[in-house]
């Protein structure tokens, strides 16, 4: 079979440094008007660096006083700072695996920032919601007093009206008892009369009886 040519050693250094230095960024800071420069180790991890990171990030864990469930940005921190360290020795040992871990990661990270956003987004509409009903609250507060005395009127003028309305109604009651009475009394009295007249228009027939058998 064909031999595979392998590539030459400092070119393969070269290559993971500057993969390391896109997915890694070197450190930078500024002291004694000078820029210093910290890149990323090419070192491959062994394993007794591996249970290092590992006693390591417990270790920080618990001086931290990292939350073990829930959000915690400080237990986030940390894993994050572990991860990376994983993505450099998987990139020292294999590139292209390493490549795509650093592309999971940074996919990861930018749903991450999303879900921020949209968390801060909702907080801030909360917010301006919950400042809007405070507002109103404070509008309808001020008008509770003046509801309160047109609740007050209303009621007094309700009960006028009422005492109104029973006065209207007992003055008519006695308006018809009276009438009533009247109406009776002039009954009663026609009646009498009607009697008389009867009385009266016997007592004529019978004259007038009398006469016309004294005439005949």
């Keep these: 079979p064909p031999r595979v040519k392998a590539e030459h050693p400092e070119l393969v250094r ?3 440094e500057d993969i390391l230095n896109t997915f890694l960024p070197p450190r930078t800071w500024f002291r004694e008007n000078i820029w210093w420069v910290q890149p990323v180790s090419n070192a491959p991890g062994r394993t007794a660096d591996v249970v290092n990171l590992r006693h390591l990030l417990e270790t920080k864990l618990q001086i931290r006083r990292a939350h073990a469930v829930g959000i915690c940005p400080i237990r986030r921190e940390l894993y994050t700072q572990c991860f990376d360290e994983v993505i450099r020795q998987v990139i020292v040992m294999c590139a292209e695996r390493g490549t795509l871990l650093a592309c999971a990661r940074d996919e990861i990270q930018m749903t991450i920032a999303a879900y921020k956003t949209l968390y801060q987004t909702s907080v801030a509409y909360g917010m301006r919601k919950a400042l809007i009903a405070e507002k109103n609250k ?52 026609l009646q009498e009369s009607n009697k008389e007249l009867k009385v009266s228009f016997y007592s004529i027939s019978v004259i007038k009886s009398s006469l016309c058998v004294y005439v005949f």
Excluded: F, G, H, W
């Design 138 to 189: 404070y509008a309808m507060e001020e008008q509770i007093p003046v509801l309160e005395k047109d609740i007050e009127d209303l009621k007094k003028e309700l009960s006028d009206l009422t005492l109104k309305c029973e006065t209207i109604q007992k003055t008519e009651k006695q308006n018809r008892e009276e009438i009533k009475q009247q109406l009776e009394e002039k009954i009663e009295a």
């Design 14 to 16: 070269e290559n993971t």
